[in-house]
């Protein structure tokens, strides 16, 4: 089993930054994926961002040039670096974990971003 916790979310300037992080633990593999996901009110979860266990990174086309995704595998631990935030980007952001091997998905219990002035 995986358990995965969110922190670093809160209440922001249109312009502004944050630093999301996700502290994983369990049956956790450096090899695997984790990535970042958000839910805004009234609609469908949808992908941020996503890194392989060898650094390989994708984004989604809304936040590319503004957020960054890194981990720490010593740590079993992933970021997301959000500069230049706008109002759109409110929502709850939700960490998770894909095992290669047995094609599940872990989710945390997500932290909540509001981008407003």
């Known amino acids: 089993q995986v358990q995965l916790v969110e922190s670093g979310g809160g209440l922001v300037q249109p312009g502004g930054s944050l630093n999301l992080s996700c502290a994983a633990s369990?049956?956790?593999?450096?090899?695997?994926?984790m990535g970042w996901y958000r839910q805004a009110p009234g609609k469908q979860r949808e992908f941020v961002a996503a890194i392989t266990g060898r650094g390989l990174t994708n984004y989604a086309d809304s936040v590319k040039g503004r957020f960054t995704i890194s981990r720490d595998n010593a740590k079993n631990a992933v970021y997301l670096q959000m500069n230049s935030l706008k109002p759109e980007d409110t929502a709850v952001y939700y960490c998770?974990?894909?095992?290669?091997?047995?094609?599940?998905?872990?989710w945390g219990q997500g932290t909540q971003v509001t981008v407003s002035s």
């Open positions: 369990g049956s956790i593999y450096s090899i695997n994926a």
């Open positions: 998770s974990y894909s095992d290669y091997v047995t094609q599940e998905v872990s």
